[in-house]
């Protein structure tokens, strides 16, 4: 089982932009989802971005989709979320997350997909 160890977040004014990163060690073969989620206090986590290593397939929760990016670096599979354009609503604990191979059980933006979860990094938006 890999590791997941996300790092980059901060605090920003509205309008800001932030690009946290997740080291994937353990995933630097085969096919995997990696995804981005964040929770904010006393709300549920949800999925703000996916990718699959496969093709470079990528899904987007409508509240970011134009503002926000998912990315790796192929040979390290180090994952990237840009994050341009912030509101304070986007302030949340944001973590990362992987399955290995080619099939979910759930949408890649639904946290049920994944079985292998990295800690939180903290993202503040402030007006």
């Known amino acids: 089982q890999g590791q997941l160890v996300a790092s980059g977040g901060d605090s920003v004014q509205a309008g800001g932009s932030l690009s946290p990163s997740c080291a994937t060690t353990?995933?630097?073969?085969?096919?995997?989802?990696l995804a981005w989620f964040r929770q904010a206090p006393g709300k549920e986590r949800e999925g703000v971005a996916a990718?699959?290593?496969?093709?470079?397939?990528?899904w987007y929760d409508d509240s970011v989709k134009g503002r926000f990016t998912i990315s790796q670096v192929n040979a390290e599979r180090t994952l990237f979320l840009q994050m341009d354009n912030l509101k304070p609503e986007d302030s949340a604990l944001y973590s990362c997350?992987?399955?290995?191979?080619?099939?979910?059980?759930?949408?890649?933006?639904?946290?049920?997909?994944?079985?292998?979860w990295g800690q939180g990094t903290q993202v503040t938006v402030s007006s």
């Open positions: 997350a992987a399955r290995p191979g080619s099939g979910l059980p759930a949408s890649p933006l639904d946290p049920r997909a994944y079985r292998n």
């Open positions: 353990g995933y630097t073969s085969g096919r995997a989802y």
């Open positions: 990718l699959w290593t496969g093709d470079g397939g990528t």
